[in-house]
């Protein structure tokens, strides 16, 4: 079928058995696929709401208890965790898009991948399954045992390695040997980074491996979205699961798929039956690239620059710190790549200058006028006035799964 029939489909589907789609939509005349931009978006804090005791899923839940074989949770980063169920159906279909896109980062049957999460309760959980489909040996070791990971490293000589681009990160630089271990390929996933330039070439130095990330979205789907050797943003692994769209995420019109567009993404299911959700907000922010991908690859590639919740506006001017790290890591090697945006007022809009604290390389003092090649670059790629506060090596805190480049 094609995505438009699949969605068509997931529309009738969706009138049928979702309360919140029968309530959101009424008064909508759901169209084709390229009419979807009529129809009004979801937001998380929506289908948290319509949580109730008897229903704490949400009424966006579409079967019975009996056919749901799997609840995750979702993190979130304010208030309660909120549930994703699953038929198998929606466990299998999330299997193969993750197994797509993690074999695009060019890892074959046969090969070995060492893999830092658990089979907790967030979905990334499901992402493990994916190393099998590919017919890779996993050797799960589980998030926060680096001993373990070195020890599997050295005795099982793996290809690959799978982990948060923080965890990458500390661990390359808190072990230089890894350099010449058996580990050819570093797939991250988990949060934006892995496809900073001077980030991922610090993380390919410091691993002396090819670094390719993956992404996924928790309400949506585990990694939706996989890199390919070519490094140039990440495929859809999850087409025909999922549909995507970008939007402007002041003024929510949808925005053209073009050759660098940017904007928040957007995911509708195709094909899902536990809870699909239709025109989800991911606040994640992504450019675009179009261009015919020389590995064959059909469709546009995304790279995820930050979420949107992490922006901040400086004199009207949307600055992701995610953009401000990998503007700072070109400064290798005087600098060490970490760096922590220190707003010094809550919320999203700050005065200038913006204060930014940026670590230096190990063994390097001090200097005026690296603050101020580093304050100019910023200016004339971001448009922002930043305050540069250089600081020692190791200043910086170090994360072993996951990065906070905003400090308040
Ligand atoms: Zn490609």
């Not at 220190?342 to 190990?362: C, F, S």
């Not at 200097?367 to 971001?382: Q, S, Y």
Request: charged letters at 25%.
């Amino acid at each position: 079928m094609t995505d438009d029939e699949l969605y068509r489909a997931q529309v009738a589907y969706l009138l049928e058995r979702s309360a919140f789609y029968r309530e959101k939509l009424a008064g909508h005349e759901a169209g084709s696929l390229d009419e979807l931009a009529a129809l009004p978006l979801t937001e998380k804090d929506e289908l948290r709401a319509t949580r109730t005791p008897e229903n704490p899923i949400g009424a966006h839940l579409c079967v019975p208890r009996e056919e749901i074989v799997r609840i995750y949770s979702t993190s979130g980063t304010t208030g309660d965790p909120s549930y994703v169920p699953l038929t198998a159906g929606d466990l299998e279909n999330w299997i193969v898009g993750s197994a797509r896109s993690y074999a695009a980062s060019g890892v074959r049957p046969g090969q070995t991948i060492v893999s830092t999460y658990n089979a907790g309760p967030f979905v990334a959980g499901a992402a493990l399954a994916a190393f099998e489909r590919i017919g890779l040996t996993h050797v799960p070791v589980g998030t926060g045992n680096t001993e373990k990971l070195l020890r599997a490293v050295e005795q099982l000589r793996p290809e690959a390695v799978v982990l948060t681009p923080s965890h990458a990160a500390y661990l390359a630089e808190s072990h230089p040997s890894l350099a010449g271990s058996s580990v050819q390929r570093v797939l991250v996933a988990g949060e934006p980074g892995g496809g900073e330039p001077a980030f991922r070439a610090r993380l390919e130095e410091g691993w002396g491996a090819q670094v390719t990330e993956a992404m996924g979205v928790g309400d949506i789907g585990v990694s939706l979205f996989g890199e390919c050797e070519r490094q140039d943003g990440m495929h859809l692994g999850a087409h025909g699961f999922v549909h995507l769209e970008l939007i402007d995420p002041d003024t929510e019109a949808a925005l053209p798929l073009e050759d660098g567009a940017s904007g928040e993404l957007v995911l509708t299911h195709l094909q899902h039956r536990a809870a699909p959700l239709l025109r989800f907000r991911t606040r994640d922010h992504v450019h675009v690239r179009t261009t015919p991908c020389p590995c064959g690859r059909a469709g546009i590639r995304i790279r995820c620059v930050g979420r949107t919740d992490d922006m901040l506006i400086v004199r009207g001017v949307n600055v992701f710190p995610s953009a401000v790290r990998e503007v700072v890591g070109a400064f290798a090697p005087d600098v060490s790549g970490n760096v922590a945006v220190r707003p010094e007022r809550p919320g999203v809009t700050q005065e200038p200058p913006l204060p930014v604290a940026v670590e230096l390389a190990r063994g390097r003092e001090d200097d005026p006028r690296l603050a101020e090649a580093i304050r100019e670059k910023l200016r004339d790629v971001l448009v922002v006035q930043t305050r540069i506060e250089l600081v020692p090596w190791g200043a910086l805190r170090r994360s072993e799964y996951k990065s906070t480049l905003v400090e308040r």
